[in-house]
Nanobody
Framework: QVQLVESGGGLAQAGGSLNLSCAVS????????AAWFRQTPGKERELVAR????????DYWPTVKGRFTIAKDYAKKTLDLEMRNLKSEDTAVYYC?????????????????WGQGTQVTVSS
C-alpha cells in the first residue's frame, strides 16, 4: 500500500518561498505518477502540479507556472514542491497524491493515494 506523508507547510509572506515535501513509501517513487493539489474551504480540490512516471514529465496549473517547481527526489524518496514568489491566493491546504498509472491526469479522481494535507498560509 502506497503511503504519503506531507511536510513543510506553514506561514509565509507574499513574495516569499516555501518548500513542501511528500515522503513516499510502499512503492518505488519511480513507478508512480504524482501530483500536488490544493483546496480552500468551499472550493473543489485543484491541481497545482504533476509529474508522470513516464519520463518524469511535469505539468503545472497556469496560475503557478514559473513560480512553483515539482520534482521527485529519488535519493530521499520524496515528491517535492518548491514554491516561490508566493501570493495570498496560494493560501490553501496542499495535498500530495499518487497513482501507479504511467501518465497521470489532472483530476483528483485519478489518484487513489493521498497524504493528509499540509496548510500553507500566505500573508499579504
Amino acid at each position: 500500500q502506497v503511503q504519503l506523508v506531507e511536510s513543510g507547510g506553514g506561514l509565509a509572506q507574499a513574495g516569499g518561498s516555501l518548500n513542501l515535501s511528500c515522503a513516499v513509501s510502499g512503492a518505488s517513487i519511480g513507478t508512480l505518477s504524482a501530483a500536488w493539489f490544493r483546496q480552500t474551504p468551499g472550493k473543489e480540490r485543484e491541481l497545482v502540479a504533476r509529474v508522470q512516471s513516464l519520463g518524469d514529465i511535469t505539468d503545472y496549473w497556469p496560475t503557478v507556472k514559473g513560480r512553483f517547481t515539482i520534482a521527485k527526489d529519488y535519493a530521499k524518496k520524496t515528491l517535492d514542491l518548491e514554491m516561490r514568489n508566493l501570493k495570498s491566493e496560494d493560501t490553501a491546504v496542499y495535498y500530495c497524491a499518487a497513482t501507479r498509472d504511467r501518465i497521470g491526469v489532472n483530476s483528483p479522481s485519478g489518484y487513489p493515494y493521498w497524504g493528509q494535507g499540509t496548510q500553507v498560509t500566505v500573508s499579504s
